[in-house]
């Protein structure tokens, strides 16, 4: 039966090309890479790498992408019962000396400055039949379990309640919707720059970021 044995993961990550302030993202890099990666270096029985897209660090102009997106996710599941889909959303914070497990996104879009379409909204909600701003959605992920998991491999791993007010949180808020609409999970993780952690550091971080939250949920 579908229900039986251990439940399997497919993970869909997403990455950012540049924005105003950040000409090399290096969410763009990892995204690119990871596939390579973990082909070489192998994944854990059950789970499997999906999709790996690079999304345009816009909010409204780019939604229709982002759904196309979220929604060949599912065209690629085999439907069965112990399956679990898992979105990973991957921002960078150019200010950051480590890595940022996002617990949560907040139905608020005020962006600091344009996005590269042009967007520049201000206190509005992000998704208006939640409501107002104030309203928030957090991941159904042990980030606490992954947190552990993580900085027992040596990488230095913060939690955040949050992920700002820009494109990232945009997202994230559009993808734990989603996902709690179709049974997914999603999580959403800031990265420095590659100035304070290096690429093979970071590539090395996601492909056990996988690991972790496999063996969390």
């Known amino acids: ?4 044995g251990p439940k399997a993961f497919t ?10 302030g950040v ?15 973990v082909e070489k270096r192998g994944l854990p029985l059950g789970v499997t790498l999906g999709t790996c897209t690079i999304l345009e660090t816009a909010g409204d102009g780019a939604l229709p992408l982002l759904y196309q997106t979220l929604e060949s996710g599912i065209s690629r599941t085999d ?6 889909v898992v ?3 991957l921002g960078v914070n150019s200010g950051a000396q480590k890595f940022a497990i996002e617990r949560k996104a907040v139905n608020e879009a005020t962006f600091r400055c344009p996005d590269e379409l042009g967007w520049q909204p201000q206190r509005i909600p992000i998704v208006s039949e939640d409501g107002g701003i104030s309203r928030a959605r ?3 992920c042990c980030v606490e ?5 993580l900085k027992e491999k040596g990488f230095d791993v913060a939690l955040s309640d949050d992920a700002g007010r820009f494109v990232c949180n945009y ?4 993808s734990l919707r989603f996902a709690e609409l179709k049974g997914h999970k999603s999580l959403f993780v800031h990265v420095p720059l590659f100035a304070k952690i290096n690429q093979e550091t970071q590539i090395r971080f996601v492909a056990s970021l996988l690991e972790a939250i496999a063996s969390t949920c």
Request: charged share 20%.
């Open 1 to 4: 039966m579908g229900s039986e």
């Open 11 to 20: 993970f869909h990550v997403t990455g950012f090309k540049k924005f105003q």
């Open 23 to 37: 000409a090399e993202n290096p969410t763009e890099t990892i995204v690119t890479n990871l596939k390579d990666f």
């Open 79 to 84: 439907g069965t019962s112990n399956e679990q």
């Open 87 to 89: 979105w990973l959303h």
């Open 138 to 140: 957090e991941t159904s």
């Open 145 to 149: 379990g992954i947190r552990k998991f």
């Open 171 to 174: 997202v994230y808020y559009h």
